[in-house]
């Protein structure tokens, strides 16, 4: 008897800190209840919703249901199940919800992009809003700007039977057609809360690309990884997009095409402007420490009145988020041909 009671209170002990120590989290997507979060993680069995509700006392709403913007715990697997289910990818970084209620239907184009895979981030986000700029009594942001251009860049790829993987995620805001975006601090790094530290932002982001990479590359013929960010410079500079690449041959020729094909659309839908935007490999963290084959975009100068028309424009943001889908569709067809 003495020596069952003991084990018993260890099982009891053990039970009670690994939701503490080892337990996934992740933030539920506009529109979610319990059973599609769960569903999201291969939890399908009626057994996991009990669960949850008692990992997550307290978390949940007065009706029991989820709260955006929240972290909850999500139970263990139970023997036999696996995530991601085999065949299938994480759905962290490609569930449709993302783009919001409008656009999450995915209406395949073609599958000419199927055996590609994409990892695509956002830059800043979380306690960090990037750079800022004033216009009238509006405070700009660069992480929503530059998410939005991301979502909208990834539906592209998807629509193009690419596997694609969002980073950086917002559970509330969807893809946006408003010229002035709200700003808010809800960003995760797939589902995992941001750290303040840049340092340490920097370095969640690219292990998760790193991981993900670590498991994908025997999987794909093709993958690639984007992160997107708008410059802030003196107000009097105007800079048209430009392209920073990681050391390897593979990144310079990623960021050699997409500079071309922005060029090309440059001087067909603007005949004699011309088109200043260059290609430059640059010693920065994400881009030496990422190890797919890397780049780095800076869409505008968010201080710049004529840079802000590319931006604030949600017809410019997906005219360049079409650009760079197509760039990338160029890409593909040199490395794999």
């Not at 920065?284 to 100068?301: A, Q, R």
Request: glycine content about 8%.
């Amino acid at each position: 008897m003495k020596i069952y009671f003991f084990r018993s209170l260890i099982g009891i002990f053990l039970l009670g800190i690994l939701p503490l120590t080892a337990q996934d989290m992740a933030y539920p997507v506009e529109g979610d209840g319990v059973l599609s979060f769960l569903r999201r993680w291969n939890r399908i069995d009626d057994s996991y919703v009990q669960e949850f509700i008692q990992l997550n006392a307290g978390r949940l709403n007065a009706q029991g249901g989820l709260e955006l913007g929240t972290v909850y715990l999500i139970p263990p697997l139970h023997p036999g199940d696996e995530y991601p289910p085999s065949g299938e990818t994480v759905p962290g970084g490609t569930d449709p919800a993302i783009f919001g209620k409008k656009l999450s239907d995915i209406t395949p184009q073609s599958d000419r992009l199927k055996n590609a895979c994409f990892y695509i981030i956002s830059g800043h986000g979380g306690p960090d809003p990037g750079a800022v700029a004033h216009v009238s009594k509006r405070e700009l942001h660069e992480d929503e700007y530059a998410y939005d251009i991301a979502l909208r860049l990834a539906r592209n790829l998807m629509m193009d039977g690419a596997t694609v993987y969002v980073i950086i995620q917002d559970p509330n805001d969807g893809v946006r057609d408003e010229m002035y975006l709200n700003n808010s601090s809800n960003e995760t790094c797939m589902g995992e809360p941001i750290p303040r530290n840049q340092l340490d932002r920097l370095k969640q982001r690219v292990d998760k690309v790193n991981e993900l990479y670590d498991r994908d590359k025997g999987t794909f013929d093709h993958i690639r990884a984007i992160d997107i960010h708008v410059d802030s410079r003196n107000k009097g500079k105007r800079i048209d997009v430009f392209f920073y690449h990681s050391t390897d041959k593979h990144s310079k020729l990623l960021a050699t095409t997409m500079r071309d094909l922005f060029r090309v659309k440059y001087d067909t839908h603007q005949p004699g402007r011309g088109f200043g935007g260059f290609v430059e490999q640059r010693n920065l963290y994400v881009l030496l420490h990422l190890e797919p084959p890397s780049i780095l975009v800076e869409v505008g100068n968010i201080q710049n009145e004529f840079d802000r028309r590319r931006i604030l424009s949600s017809n410019n943001r997906q005219a360049m988020a079409n650009w760079m889908a197509q760039a990338f569709f160029e890409d593909y067809k040199k490395s794999v041909r």
